[in-house]
């Protein structure tokens, strides 16, 4: 099954998503709270009326990767049957090639969680697993970066295109790994606050740990994909940095599952 196909199947009737259907009608019907986001859309809809979006969807985690201890973070387990939340997911078919976009609203962090999403619904075992070459990311800082993604989706190679969409958030792993670690705490320290301003305490408490988890399994798996560091650190030695992947995943700090619930509960 390809991708478009497999997004056809989600139904807002099921709860596994809130919306699957038309681009252009979703643009007139929804409430779409980022500018960037509604512009893009609103420019997509009208170059590409065959465009599908399946909005809100909700995927399970692989729960294989946590029981065998690839990502040590458990409390990912503790937030619902379908803790993995993608905003938005662009898909269309043209020429016989079938391409799905999920889009994140932009901010400064959010390229780390898009990526942290791909390999999420991508990972062996994972509903997207043999959608790789057909699936990609992107964040929207403004409409025209959407928009050219749309665009080059069937002019370029999936995993061409998205080295492209990466190439300002990704080219050094150290700085990554930088980047999630201060995400991670500005996380712990905004936890509070935002449980007290956000509405829905329960809701920010499964959104604060799925951004965790996302972190996690960015740094792990951009680590143990990276051929560089695979010969130049660890000299060809590939379960050396399989471990030293999880190590450098389990500095991602967390506030536990347990702490977060009864500061919820506290508001």
């Known amino acids: 099954m390809a991708v478009c196909e497999r997004l056809l199947?989600?139904?807002?009737?099921?709860g596994e998503c809130t919306y699957n259907g038309w681009l252009r009608d979703y643009v007139q019907e929804a409430e779409i709270p980022d500018r960037a986001v509604r512009e893009a859309f609103a420019r997509?809809?009208?170059?590409?009326?065959?465009?599908?979006?399946?909005?809100?969807?909700?995927?399970?985690?692989s729960r294989e990767s946590v029981a065998n201890r690839i990502i040590r973070y458990g409390d990912i387990l503790q937030t619902g049957e379908r803790p993995v939340k993608v905003p938005y997911i662009l898909y269309m078919e043209r020429h016989g090639q079938q391409r799905a976009l999920a889009v994140l609203p932009y901010s400064r962090t959010s390229p780390l969680y898009a990526k942290g999403l791909f390999y999420c619904m991508s990972e062996q075992g994972a509903e997207f697993e043999n959608d790789r070459n057909e699936l990609l990311t992107a964040t929207c800082?403004?409409?025209?970066?959407?928009?050219?993604?749309v665009r080059a989706l069937f002019e370029q190679k999936a995993s061409v295109l998205q080295r492209r969409l990466d190439v300002r958030s990704?080219?050094?792993?150290e700085a990554v790994y930088r980047d999630a670690c201060e995400a991670?705490?500005?996380?712990?320290?905004d936890t509070a606050e935002r449980l007290r301003t956000e509405g829905d305490p329960e809701e920010t408490v499964r959104d604060t740990v799925l951004k965790w988890f996302l972190l996690k399994k960015l740094v792990y798996v951009q680590y143990l994909m990276n051929r560089d560091i695979l010969y130049t650190v660890h000299n060809g030695d590939r379960k050396a940095q399989r471990t030293?992947?999880?190590?450098?995943?389990?500095?991602i700090r967390t506030i536990?599952?347990?702490?977060l619930c009864r500061m919820a509960m506290e508001v």
């Open 9 to 14: 199947e989600k139904s807002a009737n099921s």
């Open 44 to 61: 997509i809809a009208e170059q590409f009326p065959e465009m599908h979006i399946c909005a809100g969807l909700s995927l399970p985690v």
């Open 141 to 149: 800082p403004g409409h025209r970066e959407i928009v050219y993604a």
């Open 170 to 173: 990704f080219a050094d792993y």
């Open 184 to 189: 991670a705490e500005k996380l712990c320290a």
């Open 244 to 251: 030293a992947a999880r190590l450098r995943s389990e500095k």
């Open 256 to 259: 536990p599952y347990r702490k």
